[in-house]
């Protein structure tokens, strides 16, 4: 049966300027138009028995797209240009019934990018590149009364000329009502050579926090894109239906869809069924073509671009590094008579410096995010390989999904699929992993533990063909121990206001537990100096002024690479704050003892000085102190989330040790100890306290390990013991007496 979809048809506005008047137009015909749907379920008014004590059940959803093209003149600089007009269209529209205060919360506002548009002109002609948002909203009476929410209320959280952010509040909202509302999206550009795969991708899980009763997918994209799918663990395949207008329609529609049980270490999309499509427009001067082969799989597409890649051999002056290592070893004779993992740890260094130790004025534009820069695997790969190759090392390319999204048989885009380096030529293997910038020599980041590689082994064939061959291989494990935070802290009741806390604490983390703190802590410029020391390489001063991008602004871009004391400060305390969920009270002393940039010390450490409120309570002539909160905040398990079918995904095996010297204040004896002392172990780990008095000094040592980065959930209660161990440990207090 043919059908057409419901989807809105938009006029773009005809100007650069906003115009609050043409945006209301299409505003009233979009919503016009969303509330005539007459699709049943969306008339829907009561929820299942079953259902009843659900925190919000959705009756409907309904996510609709168009995507449609047309190909436009444009006169430039020289002749006449051609472009594509891309027009896409989407509407996200719900029904639920909201159950109880935690579901109204959730469903109170709405945010969302109103505009943005980032349109150019050349000459007399303009480059479209337009997104614009339209939200709509009635609350329907448990009496069947509907009231609609007048959308002029927005408020603006961003107004800055054409990019504006709205936040729109539901008044009237209450338990019992049902709020229907839809999020509808236009989106027009011309910059067509930016279109891909991995920008138009759309993922629909069909799980969801709260059931779903109907539930409906519909895309109608012109036969012009090359268009992807892809049903993954389980999820039905969507449905093509005969082509109508020249454009190719797929659809689903599902019924009593189930709420997942919780999100609490899980991987979603190892876990759970979902959809993923996506679509481009492939052009040649005006004209499309598919260059997919249809009888491939995404994943044997995604291997051979990237063979094809290789063998293009675009990456020219790979044989820099390998200059530089001749210079650090006296020649090519010294660096022959060095071992291998030796070489191949300057190697990397030298890799280390050459990506993260150059800025540019896009850097210099955003300079709080420099640590948290991340390499292009997939070209790194290329480069180190051709490389390697260059100098007779053996080694492998391994092709690897983070364990956090999808496996590498379900790979969508090329951004699904990570690049490492496996060198064989050493006592063991050694891995190149072009990650964030403090991963070390020879560390596999945790999310790409454990996971079964594609193992793609070079063979080159002349000076520029290769050929590869596959085998598959499981990437190594870390252990608890190589995981740590362990945490020293001395505290006292401060001064003449007992009930404030003086702590001076230490920090020390290690492997995969230190990179959150190095990216957040340390002064870009610390980097950069271990990196740049490291390989003997060109002081960042140097750098910068030879760089055309940066010498302008080299005084500015080094100013800020140092980091300055009011955003050190500033860091240091948003770190105490984010352990403690407080803000601190005149933090001190706060320094960084240990960078752990490198391997050879491969501990992040620093400390600090703060004072806490809201830890000690007075109780008459004494003093009740949650002494157990001074090792921080720990998780707990909520009702909901104790029955699990899906296994679990943790971070990584870790382990935390807290050591906490509570100075007793003179005059003063303390009361249940005794309770501190505590022991849960079993196979999935351990958590541990103790305390003893030592003269007027009450130690607290408290341990807590997880042995596994994965485990099964048949071993789900056994987690929760420990979670639940350091979770009622958390509840500990000490009694501060007076004497006599």
């Not at 449905?239 to 009593?256: A, H, Q």
């Not at 008459?620 to 296994?647: Q, S, W």
């Not at 501190?676 to 000094?697: D, H, P, Y």
């Amino acid at each position: 049966m043919k059908r057409t979809l419901f989807i809105l048809i938009l006029t773009a506005t005809s100007s650069f300027a906003f115009s609050q008047a043409s945006y209301n137009d299409q505003a009233a015909e979009i919503q016009k138009s969303v509330w005539a749907d007459n699709a049943p379920e969306f008339s829907l008014k009561d929820v299942p028995a079953k259902y009843a004590n659900e925190s919000a059940v959705i009756l409907a959803r309904s996510y609709k797209v168009q995507r449609s093209s047309a190909t436009k003149f444009k006169f430039a600089l020289i002749g006449v240009g051609v472009t594509q007009r891309l027009t896409t269209i989407s509407t996200l529209h719900e029904r639920v019934k909201i159950n109880d205060k935690s579901a109204l919360d959730a469903f109170s506002t709405i945010e969302y990018q109103k505009t943005l548009d980032n349109s150019s002109r050349m000459l007399t002609a303009k480059v479209w590149d337009i997104h614009e948002t339209f939200v709509g909203a009635k609350i329907v009476k448990p009496d069947g009364k509907e009231t609609i929410i007048n959308t002029g209320e927005e408020v603006l959280l961003k107004d800055a000329g054409n990019d504006k952010r709205g936040k729109l509040a539901i008044p009237g909202l209450q338990v019992g009502d049902i709020l229907d509302y839809y999020i509808s999206a236009n989106d027009l550009t011309e910059k067509a050579a930016q279109d891909s795969y991995k920008k138009n991708d759309a993922v629909f899980l069909l799980v969801n926090e709260y059931p779903i009763l109907n539930y409906s997918l519909d895309f109608q994209l012109s036969k012009k894109l090359d268009i992807q799918n892809l049903s993954a663990n389980g999820a039905p395949d969507l449905v093509e239906e005969e082509p109508t207008n020249d454009d190719r329609i797929f659809s689903l529609r599902l019924k009593n869809l189930a709420k997942y049980e919780g999100t609490i270490w899980s991987s979603l999309y190892r876990q759970y069924p979902y959809i993923e499509i996506s679509n481009v427009y492939s052009s040649s001067y005006g004209s499309f073509s598919r260059h997919r082969d249809e009888t491939s799989s995404r994943l044997e597409g995604l291997k051979e671009s990237f063979e094809k890649l290789f063998n293009e051999q675009l990456f020219t002056g790979f044989d820099a590094p390998e200059k530089k290592l001749k210079e650090l070893f006296n020649g090519r004779k010294g660096l022959k008579n060095e071992p291998v993992d030796t070489v191949m740890k300057t190697l990397y260094d030298i890799w280390k410096y050459n990506t993260f130790c150059s800025y540019n004025g896009v850097d210099a534009d955003d300079l709080n995010t420099l640590n948290y820069r991340t390499a292009n695997s997939k070209v790194n790969a290329i480069y180190m390989s051709l490389l390697l190759t260059s100098m007779k090392i053996d080694h492998d390319i391994l092709l690897v999904s983070s364990r956090n999204t999808s496996t590498v048989q379900n790979a969508f885009n090329a951004e699904d699929i990570e690049f490492i380096i496996r060198i064989n030529g050493g006592t063991n293997p050694i891995y190149f992993c072009f990650n964030d910038e403090v991963t070390h020599f020879n560390e596999i980041p945790a999310e790409f533990q454990g996971e079964t590689a594609i193992v793609l082994m070079p063979n080159r064939q002349n000076s520029v063909k290769y050929t590869f061959t596959e085998a598959t291989a499981e990437l190594p494990v870390t252990e608890s121990s190589e995981n740590t935070v362990e945490e020293k802290l001395n505290v006292s009741l401060a001064g003449e206001n007992m009930q404030r806390l003086k702590v001076d604490r230490q920090v020390k983390q290690t492997g995969n537990m230190r990179h959150e703190g190095q990216k957040f802590l340390l002064p870009p410029a610390d980097i950069d100096k271990a990196y740049t020391d490291g390989i003997k390489g060109e002081e960042v001063e140097k750098r910068l002024n030879k760089n055309s991008g940066t010498k302008k602004m080299a005084d500015a871009i080094l100013a800020s690479l140092a980091k300055s004391d009011v955003q050190t400060k500033k860091d240091f305390t948003q770190e105490v704050k984010d352990k403690y969920e407080q803000e601190p009270q005149l933090i001190s002393n706060y320094k960084i003892t240990g960078t752990g940039l490198d391997d050879s010390a491969p501990a992040f450490e620093y400390s600090s000085s703060f004072v806490l409120d809201n830890m000690v309570k007075k109780a008459g002539n004494n003093y009740i102190v949650d002494a157990a909160k001074l090792a921080g905040v720990f998780l707990k398990i909520e009702d909901k989330d104790r029955k699990r079918t899906t296994d679990v995904y943790m971070p990584c095996a870790r382990s935390f040790s807290y050591n906490i010297n509570i100075n007793i204040p003179k005059g003063y004896n303390v009361k249940g100890i005794e309770d501190f002392n505590r022991q849960k172990t079993n196979k999935t780990g351990s958590f541990t306290s103790k305390a003893i008095l030592n003269g007027s000094v009450l130690n607290i040592t408290v341990t807590r390990i997880y042995n596994n980065a994965f485990e099964k959930a048949a071993d789900w209660h056994l987690v929760t013991d420990i979670i639940d161990a350091a979770s009622n440990f958390s509840s500990q207090k000490i009694l501060l007496e007076k004497a006599g």
